[in-house]
């Protein structure tokens, strides 16, 4: 299984980016799929959740929501990120993860999580 992550760049603050996770040797509208980032000198921390098809239950961070949109589209086996109202805070290096499991209950605990990208970074600054 692997997972690209990409999309990630320098955009000043309000600003939108759109991040992909495209999926290879695992059908991701099978399983949940989830996005976390890691701030420099924090620790990585869950940022949304999409659980498998049958359901497409989403979940957020606090700090995300009504920014932050995650979606999926199945005949690209892909999963996005659509990222608006960016802030400062919102810089990290950014990595998607799934795994087989079907619904986003703990999905903030990456050990949970068996299969990751490699990372994007996401710079807000101007």
């Known amino acids: 299984v692997q997972l690209q992550a990409s999309g990630g760049g320098l955009v000043q603050p309000g600003g939108s980016l759109r991040l992909s996770c495209a999926a290879s040797?695992?059908?991701?509208?099978?399983?949940?799929t989830a996005w976390f980032r890691q701030a420099p000198g924090k620790e990585r921390e869950g940022v949304s959740c999409i659980s498998a098809s049958f359901d497409e239950a989403t979940d957020y961070a606090d700090s995300v929501k009504g920014r932050f949109t995650i979606s999926r589209d199945n005949a690209k086996n892909t999963v996005y990120l659509q990222m608006n109202s960016l802030k400062p805070e919102d810089t990290g290096v950014y990595y998607c993860?799934?795994?087989?499991?079907?619904?986003?209950?703990?999905?903030?605990?990456?050990?949970?999580?068996?299969?990751w990208g490699q990372g994007t970074l996401v710079t807000v600054s101007s």
């Open positions: 040797g695992l059908t991701l509208d099978y399983y949940a």
């Open positions: 993860a799934t795994d087989t499991v079907n619904y986003c209950s703990g999905y903030t605990a990456a050990r949970a999580w068996g299969y």
